[in-house]
C-alpha cells in the first residue's frame, strides 16, 4: 500500500487544496525530508492570485519536467527521513530550493542561480507545502545546534538577501540606502550588515518596520511619505548615495534609487514592480550610473552563512509573524500576505492539525 501525506497542492487562480497525496520516492542523489516548517512569500501570493505565472499547470517545464497541479512550497526546513547522500537520519536541514544541473557554463561560472536548466522545488517542481519533500542533497545545509525551528525556516529567504547584497558591490566607506523595510528589506538590511561594515539607511513609512530596521542595525532610518530624494541628499552632502538598493517594488520607487544616487554611484534591483518604471536614460547614461539586479541565491555561497546569522536569534525574532498549520494556509497565510497584511514571514508546520 502506498504511503500518503497531506500537501498543498496548487490547481490555478485561488485554487490551492488541501489534498492527500503520495509520499515522494526520492530519486538518485534526492534526500527524502519530513518537512517541520515550510515559508510562503510574495511568489506564492501572486501565483494564487494571478497565477499560474510560474508554476508549470499548462506548459511542462524545460528544467523539471514537472506539468500539471503541483505541490508548492520552495522556503522550507526538515527532518531526514532515511540516511543517505552525506545524511543521517534525525538530522534536521535546511533547503535551498533551487536546482542546478552543474555542468552548464553558468554552473561553471558559479552562477548556479542563473544555471541553463535552472527550477525551482515549490515553483517548478513538487515543493515543501506537504508533510514530506525530495529533495536534491546539494541543495541541503545542516541546522546548527541551538537554532529553533521557527527560525531555521528564514534561511532561504534569507539567503536571498545575501545574494542580493553581494550582488550590490559596495565598498568600503560606502553610503548604502535600501528603499523597503518589509521582509526582503529585512533580509538585505541583514546580509549587508553581515558582509560590510557599512552605514545603512532604511526607507519606508514609519511604524513597525521602520523601528524593526533600527533593531537589525540600520544606521538612519528615513520617513518614506516626506521628500526622500532631498533627504538622503542632504544626509550626503548633497552628492547622494553611493549605493542605493530597491527592495519595495513599489511606484516610483526605482525612480527614486536613479534619482538618489551619487553620478557613477550603482542601483540594484530586488523589488520587482507591478507596473514599469519610468527610466530617465538620458540622465542615468550622462550620470555613469550602473543598474544591476539580483535573483534567488546561490546555493553553496548563501545558505550557510544565513543559517549563522540566525544563529544569533534577533532576525527570527524580528521577522517571525506566525506558525500555522496548512488548513490554515490560504485564509491566515496566502490571503493575508496577498493583501499587504503580513509584514514578517508566516511560516507553515505540516504537522500541525486544525
Known amino acids: 500500500m502506498t504511503a500518503t501525506m497531506r500537501a498543498a497542492v496548487y490547481h490555478g487562480r485561488r485554487d490551492?487544496?488541501?489534498?492527500?497525496?503520495?509520499?515522494?520516492e526520492p530519486r538518485?542523489?534526492?534526500?527524502?525530508?519530513?518537512?517541520?516548517?515550510?515559508?510562503i512569500c510574495g511568489s506564492d501570493a501572486t501565483e494564487w492570485v494571478a497565477g499560474p505565472k510560474v508554476v508549470p499547470l499548462t506548459r511542462r517545464h524545460p528544467g523539471s519536467g514537472h506539468l500539471g497541479p503541483m505541490i508548492i512550497g520552495h522556503e522550507f526546513v526538515g527532518e531526514v527521513v532515511s540516511g543517505g547522500s552525506g545524511?543521517?537520519?534525525g538530522e534536521l536541514v535546511a533547503a535551498g530550493a533551487g536546482v542546478s544541473c552543474g555542468r552548464c557554463d553558468r554552473c561553471g561560472e558559479g552562477r548556479t542561480n542563473l544555471c541553463r536548466r535552472y527550477y525551482t522545488l515549490g515553483l517548478n517542481a513538487p515543493g515543501g507545502l506537504a508533510e514530506y519533500?525530495?529533495?536534491?542533497?546539494?541543495?541541503?545545509?545542516r541546522i546548527p545546534d541551538g537554532i529553533s525551528l521557527d527560525h531555521a525556516g528564514l534561511a532561504q529567504p534569507l539567503a536571498v538577501g545575501l545574494h542580493a547584497a553581494r550582488r550590490?558591490?559596495?565598498?568600503?566607506?560606502?553610503?548604502?540606502?535600501?528603499i523597503g523595510a518589509g521582509a526582503i528589506g529585512s533580509f538585505v538590511l541583514a546580509g549587508l550588515r553581515h558582509l560590510y561594515d557599512a552605514e545603512v539607511t532604511v526607507l519606508d513609512f514609519p511604524g513597525d518596520k521602520l523601528d524593526r530596521a533600527t533593531r537589525l542595525g540600520a544606521a538612519r532610518v528615513v520617513d518614506a511619505t516626506g521628500e526622500v530624494v532631498e533627504a538622503v541628499r542632504e544626509q550626503t552632502g548633497g552628492r547622494g548615495a553611493d549605493v542605493v538598493i530597491e527592495a519595495s517594488g513599489a511606484p516610483g520607487q526605482f525612480e527614486n534609487a536613479?534619482?538618489?544616487?551619487?553620478?557613477?554611484?550603482?542601483?540594484?534591483?530586488?523589488?520587482?514592480?507591478?507596473?514599469?518604471p519610468a527610466v530617465d536614460l538620458f540622465?542615468?547614461?550622462?550620470?555613469?550610473?550602473?543598474?544591476?539586479?539580483t535573483v534567488a541565491h546561490v546555493c553553496g555561497e548563501d545558505l550557510g552563512p544565513a543559517?549563522?546569522?540566525?544563529?544569533?536569534?534577533?532576525?527570527?525574532?524580528?521577522?517571525?509573524?506566525?506558525?500555522?498549520g496548512l488548513e490554515d494556509l490560504t485564509d491566515r497565510g496566502l490571503a493575508r500576505l496577498a493583501a499587504g497584511k503580513v509584514d514578517g514571514k508566516v511560516l507553515i508546520d505540516p504537522g500541525r492539525r486544525a
Open 307 to 324: 543559517l549563522e546569522i540566525l544563529d544569533g536569534g534577533v532576525l527570527g525574532a524580528a521577522l517571525l509573524d506566525s506558525v500555522i
Open 283 to 293: 540622465g542615468l547614461v550622462l550620470r555613469e550610473i550602473t543598474v544591476e539586479s
Open 258 to 276: 536613479v534619482r538618489m544616487v551619487t553620478d557613477g554611484g550603482r542601483v540594484l534591483a530586488v523589488g520587482l514592480p507591478k507596473q514599469a
Open 133 to 141: 519533500v525530495a529533495a536534491p542533497a546539494g541543495l541541503l545545509r
Open 168 to 178: 550590490a558591490g559596495v565598498r568600503p566607506g560606502d553610503s548604502v540606502v535600501v
Open 87 to 89: 545524511f543521517a537520519a
Open 16 to 24: 490551492v487544496r488541501i489534498e492527500e497525496v503520495p509520499v515522494p
Open 28 to 39: 538518485a542523489g534526492e534526500v527524502l525530508l519530513a518537512v517541520r516548517r515550510s515559508g
